[in-house]
Nanobody
Framework: VQLQASGGGLVQAGGSLRLSCAYS????????MGWFRQAPGKEREFVAS????????HYADSVKGRFTISRHNNENALYLQMNSLKPEDTALYYC???????????????????WGQGTLVTVSS
């Protein structure tokens, strides 16, 4: 699966951004999709993930209540709506895909097989 993330940019604290990830057609049965991020000088961390069905979702505690992940399988698209952004949300955001079961939402980085190139989100205080 090839992935292309977009939608990053510069926003003030408290603002919103919507990230998009377009993915290629695939032969995987039920790919789970996710977002990760890597801040300067830090390791990459999990943000959110969703199952193929869309019904199983995981969020990192740091983004719960502020970020919403969604997917449109008929459009081969994954989204991350980010509200109430904070300076600590500043990072390079990656979308990723991994082989999974129909209702399984992966969350461990090692379980994701394909990665996009990243899109930069900068939140100013």
């Amino acid at each position: 699966v090839q992935l292309q993330a977009s939608g990053g940019g510069l926003v003030q604290a408290g603002g919103s951004l919507r990230l998009s990830c377009a993915y290629s057609s695939h032969t995987w049965s039920y790919p789970s999709m996710g977002w990760f991020r890597q801040a300067p000088g830090k390791e990459r961390e999990f943000v959110a993930s969703v199952s193929w069905s869309g019904r199983r979702i995981h969020y990192a505690d740091s983004v719960k209540g502020r970020f919403t992940i969604s997917r449109h399988n008929n459009e081969n698209a994954l989204y991350l709506q980010m509200n109430s952004l904070k300076p600590e949300d500043t990072a390079l955001y990656y979308c990723a895909a991994g082989r999974a079961r129909y209702e399984e939402a992966l969350y461990r980085e090692a379980d994701f097989d394909s990665w996009g190139q990243g899109t930069l989100v900068t939140v100013s205080s």
